[in-house]
Structures are given as structure tokens and as C-alpha cells.
């Protein structure tokens, strides 16, 4: 699986931002995508992720209620839409591929398999 990230920029604080990761490969049905983010000198962290199936989507707490997961089959993409972006919410966002056929959401950024080039999002106050 080939996986590659988009739609970063710059927003001011409370702005929206929607981004986008266009996916390549065989049985993408069997996958969960996920989107973490890395922030300098932190870990890469859990944002949230969509089963490909059937396009169930799970969101970190931090972001419940602004960020909105959702893929588009005939597209093979997956989207991130953010809303009321926050400063410290400024990091590089990466999208990710975990081949899991049980549909189970995992949250750790070891479990997923592929990995798309990160798209920066900054965030002025």
C-alpha cells in the first residue's frame, strides 16, 4: 500500500483545514487508516482512523466533536476534516495503513504497516 498525504497549510486559530490521503493498493477493504500527528519533540500521537470496510470512524478525545474522519471509495482516499484548530495542534499530520482484517482500531503507531509522508499543519494564534 501506497499512501500519500495532502491539504496542509497554514490556518489561524479556529480555522479549518481538510486533508486529504489518497491510497494505492491491493485490498484496501482489509485495512483501518489512521492519522497521527507528530509535533516536535513529541511522539507521534493518535488522532483518529476509519475502517475502510465500512467506514466506521473513531476519533482521540482531544478531538472528538472538531475532527471528522471519512473515506471515499471510488477515490481510494481518506479525509481528515479539522474544525476550531487550536496553536498547539500545529504538527507534521501523517496518515497511515494498518492491514487488519478484524476491523479492530488500534491506536499505537507500531501497528500500522504503512506509513504516507507526513503533510505539515500549522496553526497561528
Known amino acids: 500500500v501506497q499512501l500519500q498525504a495532502s491539504g496542509g497549510g497554514l490556518v489561524q486559530a479556529g480555522g479549518s483545514l481538510r486533508l486529504s490521503c489518497a491510497a494505492s493498493?491491493?485490498?484496501?477493504?482489509?485495512?483501518?487508516m489512521g492519522w497521527f500527528r507528530q509535533s516536535p519533540g513529541k511522539e507521534r500521537a493518535f488522532v483518529g482512523a476509519v475502517r475502510w470496510n465500512d467506514g466506521t470512524a473513531y476519533c482521540a478525545d482531544s478531538v472528538k466533536g472538531r475532527f471528522t474522519i471519512s473515506r471515499d471509495n471510488a477515490k481510494n482516499t481518506v479525509y481528515l476534516q479539522m474544525n476550531n484548530l487550536k496553536p498547539e495542534e500545529t504538527a507534521v499530520y501523517y496518515c497511515?495503513?494498518?492491514?487488519?482484517?478484524?476491523?479492530?482500531?488500534?491506536?499505537?503507531?507500531?501497528?500500522?504497516?504503512?506509513w504516507g509522508q507526513g503533510t505539515q499543519v500549522t496553526v497561528s494564534s
Open positions: 497511515a495503513a494498518d492491514q487488519n482484517i478484524g476491523g479492530v482500531v488500534r491506536t499505537r503507531n507500531y501497528a500500522y504497516d504503512f
Open positions: 493498493g491491493r485490498a484496501l477493504s482489509t485495512y483501518v
